[in-house]
């Protein structure tokens, strides 16, 4: 990665003043606009610090979200769309509601459309009329989990989105999705700078995961392991309510463990957690399942955590499937320990009871929590304030403490995921008590 | 049933003056003693009133419960055991907990011995350690859900546990369990009895389903359709939020649709509630699948709950298996329609999107509600009450809001089930919107 | 009280054929129409059955709720009016909602007014225009706490109420409030008889305080004493917390103690309960003081719950304040407490460290809970069906875990209150361990 | 502020190995020691890294947290005392359990002292014996609020603790308050360098009101403020619910608003937040309570948040006065604006319905919500590396989400407030729409 590849696109030139009247002066007890300089450092290590300073790099920035004093929309003309894709995540309809408060009080847009069922909605042939977003609409959404503009998996054609986003003379698309929706909102940035239209791409990325690098934390992701705390609360009782019973609990985590890792860090009732980032064994002195039978001896119940991701290499049949959304479907680890470790200790001479907690949707559809719901708005917010401003391509992300504004190119190279030699995956090795490699 | 089968037994002649010191006197603001006329009315119409009046017939009623003046035990030489047994249910440590306290305080019995993992605790083969039940040991775990004793499924030799409890010296025997729990207990009763010996067995009704006839009401209960309630509702933000969105909920209730039937009363987000007590065709105009796709077609998305006992005529194998504790093992309703709805709306040329849930562990972990935990307050007390005056083979119950001693017999003959004529299967049917009959 | 004052009235003669299309018949699965001999005994023991047959004397009893078969109103002429009055009570707008469905999908009445601000929205100096209430309106409020119509305290003249229900043409006037709204009910009903009006006038009881005679239980109820129980566990830890820390809890319960009791009972952390029913010294060897004295110098730290109403002996101001409802005002027994429980102690030499919490508001405006969100429906439902039926002057009730109609009338002559004799209060002195007296 | 105030003293040379057999190479797998230049930057912006280097000055930075691979104290003879002070915030037992659980299981102490009722507990004449903290007493306490060891305000005299310290043969003191506490511990560690003595004292640092400088969050903010929320959404029905109703909530935030203006963002009920960083007056056109009208006017009702600490130049009586631990006890701003508000409408002609809501020792006493528990976990393990690494006269903090280490005088120079040009009251004020300057 280089530092020029953390640059934001913008539209054109920024002569509309914005309607915010903020201040450009520190001390006046007045907010400031943003100004271009105010970028934000990628790594805050004093040691990167002296790196930098000694080889005379520029250490790569982040450009800081926020209100800009020159906008390249005129918000009399600018019609605005929003759009919600892929699974529930707690925070959608605050996203949706934040957005629309913000265009409609702060900037004047009056046009809002909110489309259906996700890019499915852009589509002729779905006939879903969108919806058209109000302030009244929107008053209470915020206390409901779900979305209420509808979500769906899968891509459509880019030409026909682009299409209708022309038929509706839309200039500012907000999509609110995970890694295959910004995918898709980038080739979207695509087809309007081919065909030469005006039209500002941004990105409120949603990963109930929190898996989408150079972001350090997103929406829904906190409330999420927040429920999965109070189950594994529950799952510990079950567990520890039946002879040699064992408590499985799987949870999200298609290719990264966060979850998991911070849901066992703050109910800390789990003997282990498997995610996606560790290998192990089932088998085998070292493996699992000895792990497991070692712990029973010792306490005669256990909690075990695993995320969906975990463990795709013990299945034979290693043929990639992918759900309409391109995301590779798993097989299903739950439910293969939950038919195995019962059959392995039948082996061992010992009867486990064990009970099986899938809690996804539960989790899903939740609305979201104090902070999650602070968080929302506030990415909301940066979202339009960007998206007036004329900056495309881009998401709205979290560093340091601080609100970014990202391409969206370099936020999907890769998936983010657990290091396995951090202080948190460290955290969850102590609170469980687990072994560190589970690999003879 | 005859007036006669409600007379509980008493072990021998009540000679122990109580320790309580209470009343016999109305008004003078002291709680009084129970006294041996003081019964309920089982039907409390007037109705019945007058054709017991007119046959000159003795209307069936119930021993009250509370405390007795005159005891068979005398607390000096007092040992009690409790066990719990079967699944979780929210309650079982605040019923631990009040036996304890109620037993120690009150009635200064010294000597509480908490078995472990069900019946199988009084097996030597086991080689479970009894726990020492004292105020300290129970004072927070009313607080958590499960149960600080353990439990399992499934009965043992009745000699076998009587010959622990004599070995144990134990003169009050508590039961929490359910069906097969009571009538376990009343084969420990028939065995005491066979031998000779002064034991009280006692039953505190555990049905998370409330099946038990006889008993309006029993603990968990409540609990567990207020936390369906909230399954139900983030069901309807996951039916909600996909196309053609199917929420399907998976609900307990082996034999009768109580849970499912509250809970769809309590949150009026669900269109389709099956229960053991009704049968539907699948297919066909009038079918299962033609009022969903009505529904669908009208409204884009429904909520399904179904009790894990309904619709066991839709599976072709018919060969009856039973669990540890004896109950049917039903065949899984909810994985069958998980699976069989997609189906059958391809055929319908339609796709749905179909999200299960099933929270049955959640519900079972969980510590009861602030109802709950006063009434297993009150059923606690009320079982010391009767075993403490040599009350045996009984259960307690709750009927007309009030506390009631009941024989065991009686109340295992068979289950009570959700009468589909009666307002609360009404309320059902007014909130769903569902087909009164789903037959061809 | 006699059997002839539970006779509920009847505009007159019902003619019209009930919608619903019920059953007569038990046995085929269908819900039945209620008949007027389905009447609930008010009394249940079998003592009271025997006393009366022995006096030949026809036992109280109460009409039973349901459908009936035949209306006295056609639904296509009907318009309805709502109103609530009076405090905040959790379950307000599942009322609303419930009666509002009842009366269009049901009974196809397609006038509803939603009346703002309590009996001050008939008034036309009060100027607040009536809210058209229809399914779409209400579809998601039973999710709220508070009252979508706004309610307020006080009467209105009779006369100017009753103009208003005749300028909008309403045949049924549903209203929800406590004990002066009924009143004011009956004063209605009074009017319109007065001027031969043809318009029913049915209550449901809204008391947080569950102190309405001959009704076992109020809607809200349930879910306030669970709030209240949460908030003792707050108050244990901050009891805990200080040395000689007391919390001291007000509760609601104006004349009667339920909330402070079932609250208590349900968490079983407080040490004294304080309630109207009961007298207590402050001083003195066997006072209240005294008491909570014994309890820091064993365990270092007590909570207290005090009943807004109690103790009102101890203010020397003993003029009488009336609210705009006509509830007795009563003075703060909470500030009075806070205020003289550490100057106590200081005499005894002893630092205290108070912690005093009023959650009035916080259960007031809370959500019903599941338990409760059933009963407010089921309650609404039946309302409506007495009310198409031509009732007036009506409360519905409940008795005996089943649904009444009852005379205005009798349910206000006196309060319901906590017999100190009764198991509940035993309950609570065992479960606080607080003398029975606390009088010198 | 300089580069060298960021600097944690050391007891001594670090000789001993660490227990934990950590890593020292990246890419391994196993999570690494830390090294003295493990530093964060404390300004993360380019700007200040371009200023810098153009200066050739050093930024200021802290000292990252973390495992040490040489100790400085000698598990097998070491002593630990942990102390709580002040007021309950959520968290408490979540840091006493981890300090616990890291001591006894990573670093092998066996010798864990709780001392009760903060600083109190070391002076013999309060006569509170201390008590043994094991794996065993703490292993469920995370899940209550309070604190299981008791807290006080005020100071004792050093002289007395330190020699409390040397008797208990302390080597390692962990004092867990805010900024009172923190000096406490200043002055500790000065008697204790004065004496010579090998004792190190490290805190965490509490303050339920987020306002310790340098530290971007500390335990329990989160919880609290996301109980205020719900609490607002409560204070919103109840303002709904009357004519001109006025929900006013109190909030802590002693010298900083940031409870109220996190609340206020995260549940956008609020119409009005004030708090102690803006000045208010009251009257006149500019004033808060013609804005209050304004908003009533338009819309009949309007929630109010107050911080504690806000508006303390509205009391003329300007005498100061201090809590035992040296606080500034500020005038009852709630109890003032609940007198004045309904005084001051009466003025304009208006009645207003004021519900007042002081959630306060609701919220102190909560349990901590997972973030809060996971974040208690991190802070607590990180405190105990730190001692055992002989570190002193520090506090564990947190910035740019990575955990620190910090000399306590820097930290409790002067509060930490919110900066009324920041987004974060940037965004209160557009979610409640409150003027900019509510000033003549």
Excluded at 57 to 82: N, V
Excluded at 230 to 248: T, W
Aim: hydrophobic share 40%.
């Amino acid at each position: 990665m280089k530092s020029e590849d953390f640059i934001v696109k913008t539209i054109g030139k920024q002569t509309i003043s914005s309607p915010l009247k903020l201040s450009k002066v520190i001390g006046d007890g007045v907010y400031d606009y943003i100004t271009p300089d105010d970028r934000i450092l990628f790594d805050t290590s004093l040691k990167n610090y002296r790196r930098c300073v000694e080889n005379g790099e520029t250490p790569i920035s982040f450009e800081k979200a926020g209100p800009h004093e020159r906008l390249y929309f005129d918000a009399s003309k600018t019609r605005a769309a929003i759009v919600t894709c892929g699974g529930l995540c707690p925070g959608l309809n605050n996203v949706i509601r934040s957005l629309t408060l913000q265009l409609w009080y702060r900037y004047n847009v009056r046009h809002i459309y909110g489309i259906q069922y996700g890019y499915s909605g852009f589509v002729p042939e779905s006939n879903y009329p969108y919806i058209e977003l109000t302030p009244d609409y929107v008053t209470n959404i915020h206390l409901f989990g779900g979305t209420v503009l509808g979500s769906s998996r899968g891509s459509q054609e880019v030409e026909d989105i682009v299409d209708s986003l022309e038929r509706m003379n839309v200039n500012l698309l907000f999509t609110i999705g995970g890694d295959g929706t910004l995918r898709g909102a980038h080739a979207i940035h695509e087809e309007i700078e081919r065909r030469g239209l005006k039209i500002a791409v941004g990105g409120v990325p949603k990963t109930i995961d929190n898996d989408i690098s150079f972001i350090e934390r997103s929406f829904g992701f906190e409330t999420a392991f927040s429920i999965a705390n109070s189950v594994i609360r529950d799952a510990h009782n079950e567990a520890r309510g039946a002879p040699n019973g064992v408590a499985l609990v799987k949870l999200m985590g298609r290719d990264s463990g966060f979850i998991a890792a911070n849901a066992a860090l703050s109910m800390q009732e789990v003997n282990f957690v498997l995610i996606p980032e560790i290998e192990f064994d089932l088998r085998g002195e070292n493996g699992f399942y000895a792990a497991l039978k070692k712990r029973l001896d010792e306490s005669g119940h256990a909690v075990v955590v695993v995320a969906e991701g975990a463990g795709q290499f013990l299945f034979e049949d290693q043929e990639v499937r992918r759900d309409a959304s391109g995301n590779i479907k798993h097989n299903d680890i739950g439910m293969f320990l939950k038919k195995h470790i019962p059959e392995a200790f039948k082996e061992f001479g010992m009867d486990v009871t064990l009970k099986y907690i899938d809690p996804s949707y539960i989790i899903r559809s939740a609305a979201a929590n104090a902070n999650d719901s602070k968080f929302c708005n506030q990415l909301a917010r940066n979202a339009v304030h960007a998206a007036m401003a004329g900056k495309t391509d881009f998401v709205v992300g979290y560093w340091n403490s601080q609100f970014t504004v990202i391409p969206i190119p370099v936020t999907v190279k890769e998936r983010k995921r657990v290091d396995i030699e951090s202080e948190l995956w460290w955290g969850v090795l102590e609170a469980t008590g687990q072994p560190t490699m589970m690999k003879n």
